[in-house]
């Protein structure tokens, strides 16, 4: 496949070496430090799928620019949902294929999927208060992360005790606390701590490399092309 990398720090390098190791090629790179490459200079002919990992402030706009162009995007970055309508629209508009995972690793997506039924059956027994704590690296411009965020939706879907999630520890008891820290060079944590008097029940997920990322946006890029809509990891997976 050929493949337009969007975004060329963490993420996009990780992706460059493991795409070339599974036989794809890299029709080019999009990023700040070559500003003479431009989303806007390729066409479906010489791009088969985009993959774009870059900043909250720049993926919604890198989208738009692929899906005008034809292209299908696999987009990682986080931070920038609350243009995510308008980008469904676009796809439905251009008939251009959008996939999005806050998180791309089949881990975290298990993780999602026991979160959900966790929650569920913790509303069930009753008794326990819960809250989401997540941990990255310094380097980490938004908060609460992606991953924490789908992770407390899935919990306010399930434990009708919590209305909304509030990313502070000091949350009124119908709130659901997402607790941030920024911490060295940790590639991300998520813990669920389910607590009663009595007890503690904890979900964890811990990444101890971005390879998990980079196979499942693979992945994902390599079901893409083809299809039209908007995706994501369930999809996928099947979960
Ligand atoms: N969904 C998932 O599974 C995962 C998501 N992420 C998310 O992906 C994003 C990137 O993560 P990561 O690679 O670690 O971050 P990095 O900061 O290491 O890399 C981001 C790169 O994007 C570049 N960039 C900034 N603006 C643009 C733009 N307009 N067009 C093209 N490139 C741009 C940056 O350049 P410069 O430094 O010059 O600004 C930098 O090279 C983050 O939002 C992160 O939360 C990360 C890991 C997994
Ligand atoms: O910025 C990161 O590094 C990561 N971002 C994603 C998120 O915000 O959930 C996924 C992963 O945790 C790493």
């Known amino acids: 496949m050929k493949i337009l990398l969007i975004g060329y720090g963490k993420m996009g390098r990780a992706i460059q070496a493991q795409a070339i190791a599974r036989g794809h090629q890299i029709a080019g790179i999009i990023d700040p430090a070559r500003p003479e490459t431009r989303i806007t ?7 088969d799928v ?3 990992f870059t900043h909250p402030d720049a993926a919604f706009q890198n989208v738009t620019d692929c899906l ?3 292209l299908p995007v696999v987009c990682g970055s986080t931070g920038w949902l609350h243009h995510f309508a308008e980008a469904k629209a676009l796809s439905q508009q251009t008939g ?3 996939f999005y995972a806050s998180n791309y690793s089949v881990g975290v ?5 026991f979160n959900e039924y966790m929650a569920a059956k913790m509303h069930q027994f009753g008794g326990y208060d819960v809250q989401v704590r997540e941990i990255h690296h ?3 411009v938004d908060q609460p992360s992606g991953t924490a965020l789908t992770t407390a939706e899935g919990i306010l879907r399930h434990f009708p005790g919590k209305t ?3 990313n502070d520890a000091a949350t009124e008891a119908h709130e659901l606390a997402v607790i941030s820290e920024r911490e060295g ?14 007890d503690t029940i904890e979900l964890k997920h811990e990444a101890h490399t971005r390879e998990g990322f980079v196979q499942g946006a693979l992945l994902a890029a390599e079901w893409l092309p083809g299809r039209q809509g908007v995706f994501g990891m369930k999809d996928l997976l099947g979960l």
Do not use: C
């Not at 997506?109 to 999927?113: I, M, R, T």
């Not at 060079?185 to 009595?198: E, K």
């Open 164 to 166: 909304r999630w509030r």
């Open 109 to 113: 997506n298990l993780f999602f999927h």
């Open 50 to 52: 985009a993959i774009e």
């Open 68 to 70: 005008q162009q034809g």
């Open 96 to 98: 251009t294929p959008l």
């Open 185 to 198: 060079a940790v590639i991300g944590t998520h813990i669920v701590t389910y607590s009663s008097p009595a």
């Open 41 to 47: 200079d390729f066409s479906p002919a010489e791009v």
């Open 138 to 140: 310094t380097q980490k």
